[in-house]
């Protein structure tokens, strides 16, 4: 069902600032009112909740004496160096800080644009742009996080403006998240996935025990890509990766990509990357922002594009342009 949006009065913008025009000037708009799924405020608070809770255990973890570690070797200092106290303590409070604001609601827009330069950083700076290499199959934890902030930041735009068709920060969001899907299957087709996909598999399930219920449950992917070719299998992910990418820059297809997308990542989350563990060190990884491992972090930005496009309006019989009213402070 075709409608329009506009901006309640009260909230309209007097200016719009040049980020905001340079954006429009790339052709990011906003989404198209007359395809996006109705919304409310609950479930984007309910997604801000989830995101917050996964930086407050990153706030914790970053306190282990493993990312200690990580963190050493990244300096180049000693464990009881004064710099590194003063960063891990830095990175601490910075991220309790993200995760007390995105908790509560209060300050989203400041302490988001901060996780997009949080995340950015750790992805320049310690993962050097995702290792694009022979045996990288993933650009690393820091540009998905950034690209999830910016959907925390859209998301809470929308809440205050109620406005989709000019909300460019969530054009934005879509495109870039897009654009990280399609670095994500380049590196599916390199030869060295391709090659050695089962081995991923089977190193989890080395790692969780063959006689566990999940050694079980990675046995069953294992039995099931050898039955249709691992090199088979390794490049089907590639085109479905492709495929949620040309989805998401265009805007299209995704009431079916999506959730695709979504069953994609979880089996990606629960089989290679081990839900993000081993936890049985007290914490999931060395590298600061990687605690939960990365797959989740697309399961939650692809909850965004969920809400946006729901794939239930088919149930429903139509679809309704989303409108959040302005200052809708329903919570959870």
Request: aromatic share 12%; net charge neutral.
């Amino acid at each position: 069902m075709k409608s329009s949006v506009a901006i309640p009065a009260e909230s309209a913008p007097l200016a719009v600032g040049a980020f905001r025009r340079a954006l429009r000037a790339l052709g990011l708009y906003g989404e198209n009112p007359a395809t996006v799924s109705a919304t409310s405020s609950r479930g984007f608070d309910i997604l801000r909740i989830a995101v917050g809770l996964v930086v407050l255990y990153d706030s914790w973890a970053v306190l282990t004496w493993e990312h200690k570690t990580e963190m050493a070797r990244f300096l180049g200092v000693g464990m009881g160096s004064a710099w590194l106290a003063l960063l891990v303590a830095g990175v601490a409070f910075l991220e309790l800080a993200i995760a007390a604001s995105l908790l509560s609601g209060r300050g989203v827009q400041v302490t988001g644009w901060l996780g997009v330069v949080y995340g950015l950083f750790v992805w320049i700076a310690m993962e050097h742009g995702g290792d694009f290499g022979r045996d990288a199959t993933d650009p690393g934890v820091g540009l998905p996080y950034a690209v999830l902030f910016l959907f925390v930041v859209a998301a809470d735009r929308l809440r205050r403006e109620g406005d989709v068709a000019h909300n460019e920060i969530l054009a934005l969001a879509r495109v870039a998240f897009g654009l990280l899907w399609a670095y994500d299957a380049v590196l599916k087709f390199q030869p060295y996935f391709l090659g050695h996909y089962l081995d991923y598999l089977a190193a989890a399930q080395k790692d969780v025990g063959a006689g566990s219920w999940r050694g079980a449950y990675d046995g069953m992917w294992i039995a099931l890509s050898t039955a249709l070719g691992p090199r088979t299998v390794a490049f089907l992910v590639g085109v479905t990766e492709a495929a949620v990418a040309a989805a998401l820059i265009s805007g299209r297809g995704l009431r079916v990509f999506g959730p695709i997308g979504i069953g994609l990542a979880l089996v990606v989350w629960t089989t290679a990357e081990e839900m993000g563990g081993p936890f049985s060190l007290g914490v999931a990884t060395m590298m600061p922002m990687a605690l939960l491992g990365t797959a989740i972090l697309y399961v939650l930005a692809l909850g965004y594009v969920w809400a946006l496009y729901n794939p239930l309006d088919w149930i429903r019989g139509g679809r309704r342009a989303s409108r959040i009213p302005a200052g809708d402070n329903r919570g959870v």
